[in-house]
């Protein structure tokens, strides 16, 4: 995550720590973050890092006191057992998906509760989430070679194939269509929903569930990084041919 000054916000997922790097005097400031493994986080205005964690734990971190927030479900039948890449909505409420579980998850803006809808594949793996060019929320199903639709305001669920053995991880908008990495065969995808008729439709039921948290502050730990120069040059483009069906495009990694 980049900041204006030209700082970098790093998730170490081995190193349970996170942490924020200089690259102009190659300073790296740590805080351990208990053990546990943050994958990414998003940034709110307030300047708070949230952390959806590998553990299901959802971390509130204040840059300016070193302290943790950690959110957990009060709901130990089903609990959140491992947290997906988080996305931030308009609202400050942020998305993200029980990968372990099948499960799609809100958290509210203040952190207080969650809201989830269990995905009828319990083990599709749902990966990353984004706002997609329609305005409903598009998911990756990893092991489900599928992508989905999710309307929060109906509830209702599209799901669509994108392969045999494929999986389909990282979303991003391009051109009205869905961009997605796959990581089987190193493609990429280019899906346009429009006209393509949905594997499956389901309208998702709604649980909220209270969080409870606890509060931890540590002290940083400040490191310079020994620099070192390459030289680096971008290889020649190369034209891939790609190939597809109504609807998707697939392109292979040269």
Do not use: C, H, M
């Not at 931030?88 to 509210?108: E, K, P, Q, T």
């Amino acid at each position: 995550l980049k900041e204006a000054d030209g700082t970098l916000w790093v998730a170490q997922l081995g190193g349970f720590k996170v942490s924020r790097f200089d690259p102009a005097t190659a300073e790296l400031t740590e805080w351990p973050d208990a053990a546990r493994r943050p994958t990414a986080f998003v940034k709110k205005a307030d300047g708070t890092l949230w952390l959806p964690e590998t553990n299901g734990t959802l971390t509130t971190f204040f840059p300016a006191t070193g302290t943790f927030v950690y959110r957990r479900s009060t709901d130990l039948e089903k609990p959140i057992s491992s947290l997906t890449y988080p996305f931030l909505d308009a609202d400050g409420s942020i998305w993200s998906a029980d990968f372990l579980r099948g499960n799609l998850l809100r958290f509210s803006p203040d952190g207080a509760t969650a809201t989830r809808w269990i995905l009828p594949n319990a083990f599709s793996q749902p990966s990353k989430i984004i706002r997609g060019p329609d305005g409903a929320l598009w998911i990756s199903l990893y092991n489900a070679s599928q992508l989905a639709r999710f309307d929060p305001a109906t509830a209702e669920l599209k799901t669509f194939n994108v392969g045999v053995f494929v999986l389909p991880f990282d979303l991003k908008v391009y051109k009205d269509r869905i961009a997605y990495t796959e990581q089987q065969g190193g493609e990429v995808g280019v899906f346009d929903p429009r006209g393509v008729t949905p594997a499956d439709t389901k309208t998702l039921e709604p649980v909220e569930i209270p969080l409870t948290s606890t509060t931890e502050t540590v002290n940083p730990v400040k490191t310079t990084l020994v620099t070192i120069e390459l030289d680096v040059s971008p290889g020649n483009p190369v034209a891939v041919e790609g190939a597809g069906i109504p609807g998707l495009a697939r392109y292979p990694a040269v």
